[in-house]
């Protein structure tokens, strides 16, 4: 038996399914938007609800966008012989708070986990290469996180890659093993961009 009642105990459950929220601070967050006034709370609530409406992922590289093509595949004065590959579109966020890279973007929106069930043909690497062949990208930067699973990501990558005579590189040393880019400074990451080395699929 629930000791809140059915509607504040549903709030906490649907809170609790949140990445990074555990079941004290589901408790925490349904207690505060009880408390505040109605309107905040409503206009979270549009706010959820708009995002959920308007917000797609970009036709060409997966970012999430407004538009079908999101502004930095939309920007003119980007560097389009640049593709920088990550796994999720917060990690643009973190390498874009560099100023170090003009180049574009493609989002894998995940990386290669077989424990979790992911594989290859869950990603965006078909779109990935249907991109590259269009001749006018001169080198890929593999920016997957460097964990297990990211490195192993981009080796694959790297393997399918160097066949279509394109530079494939990975970001440098210096952020923290088993990390996420959305966690690293601007400093460390900016550096791991600039030190990137080039790497061959049979490393």
Not at 19 to 36: D, E, M, N, W, Y
Not at 45 to 72: L, Y
Not at 81 to 105: M, N
Not at 140 to 153: H, R, S, W
């Amino acid at each position: 038996m629930s000791i809140y009642t059915p509607a504040l105990q549903k709030l906490i459950d649907e809170l609790g399914k949140l990445p990074g929220v555990g079941p004290k601070s589901a408790q925490r967050i349904a207690f505060h938007l009880i408390k505040i006034p109605e309107q905040e709370a409503l206009s979270l609530a549009d706010a959820i609800q708009q995002a959920k409406q308007k917000v797609r992922f970009c036709e060409t590289c997966f970012n999430m966008s407004d538009e079908v093509i999101c502004e930095i595949c939309s920007d003119s004065q980007r560097d389009s012989s640049l593709v920088c590959v990550v796994e999720e579109p917060r990690d643009i966020v973190a390498l874009e708070r560099t100023r170090e890279y003009k180049g574009l973007y493609h989002v894998l929106q995940g990386a290669i986990n077989p424990i979790d069930g992911i594989g290859p043909e869950q990603l965006k690497i078909r779109e990935l290469l249907e991109r590259l062949k269009g001749n006018t990208v001169v080198e890929v930067i593999l920016c997957t996180n460097p964990n297990i699973e990211g490195e192993a990501t981009a080796m694959y990558l790297a393997k399918l890659i160097e066949p279509l005579g394109i530079q494939v590189s990975r970001i440098a040393s210096g952020l923290p093993v088993g990390g996420d880019l959305e966690y690293a400074d601007e400093l460390t990451l900016g550096r791991a961009l600039e030190g990137r080395r080039n790497i061959s699929g049979d490393e």
